[in-house]
């Protein structure tokens, strides 16, 4: 079954966090498994076993605990968000065989700037000489994925240090700028999908959501979006900058 990915910008990260919520809940056998590709406002968010010790000065970054699992980690503009809503019955895949093809599409893409990517034991995410490019942070229910990877590309790293990431004190972070790589957000966007459907043994072909176009706002202030319109993705007006 195709697969089908959506680019939704920037979105804030309770309103997508809830939507993933929705899907996952509402979807059936026949449902088709999603990749939504975004970023989110300044945030940190602690994990279901995630540990307040470990936000050392948040200061007026909202935090936000999630049902995800690992400690805290930090999101912001420029970052690659990739939410990855996946049947792991379908597929007949375990947790760790699907964290690890996770991280295998963010080796594989650094190999495509000839940057060389590891794992680290015990330590989900991908590194580059010890510092963390990429973090991995995964809920499953009734079988099936949400939540998923987070990619610095080109962000304000600052906000790492006012907290230990991940539950790492002094956990050295980086970023593919920092690499010398210089393409734009949209850019690294499409090798990175390549990459995902790849590692998680998807067809080639795949379905792209067009991106998001308001249609119309509802009582409460939101806007719903099409072409593909469903009742479980509402993302508000004003994060999104409408």
């Known amino acids: 079954m195709r697969p089908l990915v959506r680019d939704l910008g920037l979105t804030e990260y309770t309103a997508a966090w809830e939507a993933m919520r929705r899907f996952t809940d509402r979807r059936t056998e026949a449902t088709a498994d999603e990749i939504w ?28 605990r999630c049902d995800r699992g690992g400690q805290v980690t930090y999101h912001g503009p420029g970052q690659l968000v990739v ?4 049947d792991l019955r379908r597929m007949g895949w375990g947790v760790k065989r699907f964290v690890n093809a996770l991280e295998q599409a963010v080796i594989d893409l650094c190999e495509t700037w000839r940057i060389l990517a590891r794992r680290r034991s015990g330590a989900p995410g991908v590194y580059l000489n010890g510092a963390k490019v990429a973090a991995v942070g995964l809920r499953v229910r009734r079988g099936c994925t949400f939540h998923g990877l987070a990619l610095n590309v080109n962000m304000d790293l600052s906000p790492f240090r006012r907290i230990n990431p991940c539950g790492y004190a002094r956990l050295p972070v980086t970023q593919l700028y920092d690499q010398g790589v210089t393409e734009s957000m949209g850019v690294v966007k499409k090798p990175l999908v390549a990459s995902l459907l790849d590692n998680l043994g998807y067809d080639d072909q795949v379905d792209f959501a067009p991106r998001y176009e308001p249609r119309r706002a509802t009582k409460r202030g939101e806007l719903r979006f099409s072409p593909l319109e469903t009742p479980w993705l509402r993302i508000p007006r004003q994060d999104r900058g409408e």
């Open 37 to 64: 590709l975004l970023e989110h406002p300044p945030v940190f968010t602690l994990g279901l076993g995630g540990k307040e010790e470990h936000l050392l000065d948040p200061g007026a970054i909202p935090v936000v």
């Open 83 to 86: 939410y990855v809503l996946a």
